[in-house]
């Protein structure tokens, strides 16, 4: 049994984090008598002077509805270098993470991220030192969980945002755009398009052709309905087209929403705005479903990491926690199935994805 073990986040933060740190604390000192450290601002907190602190059932108590991370996160830092494209893991900072670890008394880490935090983490686990992630992302894209924690608390504001949009484009007649977040996936835009009643979901899986949208804004005018409710996925394209960036140096998605506002406005002649919901989506208290699953992911990776496994991820599967091998969490993302139940279910009740040849339901 570990005599200490580390904790940390990386990644964009997520609510639910703290669920998960609180899980994991609790459970390792009250289950397994372990030591508890928290590695502050993700894996960069073992590097150089070193910045961690000491988790105790006093430190995290009353972090369970809290947003963001108590112990800070980074979603750029020193252990991932990108080489044409795809992500590179020098040696040198892990080296020194080790040491670090060593000297600190630190036997095993859990770690809380998405794909590049998960992928750092296997990088650990191939040089022999125990790791066990938990998936942690509002975009819901990492392979091998049926869901990942701050996924449903972000729907439930993307889903709200629409609802608010819904009654200002019914008062004025408008098509109203809302861009959600979620990379080159479209789980946010697809859950909260279905459970905020919107006319047209684009996501970046099924590419969208300008005269499908018109058609629909059309087809609903002439059917009495005078406005359009749009959600689009930041990553969403046009057939043909690449994504919009706001910082192509950065790869930072953005801008796709007003983009298509305003050829909307050209082609249908109708007054359009678009909303950006942006960071909305990840900050605030974790909703009951993301508290329960944080914590329920925290408690399991400990009883993983107690149980000698290493190398692997938490993740739910049929309603159960289980773990599955690093590997196979980081291989590739998940993409929304274009010919799966939810993408036929929203077609069957009139949604349109505006694919170059779909005939639009009003
Ligand atoms: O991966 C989470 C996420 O919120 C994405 O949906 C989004 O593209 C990105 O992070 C934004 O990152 P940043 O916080 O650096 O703007």
Redesign the pocket.
Known sequence: MYKQIGILTG??DAPGLNAVIRAVVRTAIGEYGMNCVGIEDSFEGILGETHTMKLTFKTVSGILPRGGTILGTR?RGSFVKMVDGKPTFPEMPIGEALANLDILGIEALVVLG?EGTLAIAEQFHKRGFPVIGVPK???NDLAATELTFGFMTAIDIATEALDRLHTTAASHDRVMILEV???NTGWIALHAGLAGSADVILIPEIPFAFESIAQKVQARERSGSRFTNIVIA?GATEVGRGEIYLDTEEM??GGIGDHVRRRLEDITGKESRCVVLG?LQ?GGSPNAFDRMLGTNFGACAVRALASGETGKMVALQAGTIVTVPLSEAVANIKTVPTDGQLVRTARDIGISFAAPKEIPVS
């Open positions: 990644g964009g979603n998405g992302t509002i975009d977040m979620g990379r930041e930072r998605l960071h990840r």
